[in-house]
């Protein structure tokens, strides 16, 4: 039975998905676009921009005590990026999968890390890691009128 109100309540969680940098700089914006697309998850939100430098540092606040920090703030904050909400079954969690590990000569083949990255500093592309973080960083990028409520069409045909 179709029944929306399932799929709509229960299972759905919502991660921040951002496309850093390099990513935009190296014309793959559409390809990783197309991933989550393909793989079933609902896009509710995306804009490009060019961070600021207080904005970049919220988003890797946690890091801030580490060596890689202030690059990593110049180099996010370089821009642009664009930032995502994707929405699904999982996505947190599998989102994570899609994009691979931390550093992309450690991550498998096929992720997006793994068959476009080389360098942990040139990455691509970020993911929450968890529904607190995805909380704490979509209120970050995003207003709460920024995030579009729908029913996919397709939804019938990737939720059973
Ligand atoms: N990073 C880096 N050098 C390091 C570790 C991390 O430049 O030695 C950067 C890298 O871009 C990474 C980001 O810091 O994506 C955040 O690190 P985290 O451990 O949270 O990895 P992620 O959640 O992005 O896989």
């Known amino acids: 039975v179709y029944a929306p109100e399932v799929y709509a309540s229960s299972v759905q969680e919502k991660s ?27 896009l509710v939100a995306i804009k490009v921009m060019v961070p600021s430098k207080d904005l970049a540092s919220k988003h890797y606040e946690e890091h ?30 599998y989102g994570r999968k899609m994009i691979g590990a931390t550093n992309p000569l450690a991550s498998t083949p096929g992720t997006i890390r793994g068959d476009y990255g080389i360098d942990v500093g040139r990455n691509i592309i970020h ?28 939804g019938k045909w990737v939720y059973e």
């Open 16 to 42: 921040f998905i951002m496309i850093k940098p390099d990513g935009i700089h190296r014309g793959l914006i559409a390809d990783i676009i197309k991933r989550f697309e393909a793989k079933g998850y609902k």
């Open 64 to 93: 801030a005590q580490r060596p890689f920090y202030p690059g990593l703030v110049t180099f996010l904050s370089s821009g642009p990026v664009v930032a995502m909400v994707w929405e699904g079954k999982d996505v947190i969690k």
């Open 127 to 154: 993911g929450s890691d968890s529904v607190e973080s995805a909380q704490r960083e979509i209120a970050l990028w995003f207003g709460a009128g920024e995030l579009a409520e729908y029913d996919l069409a397709m």
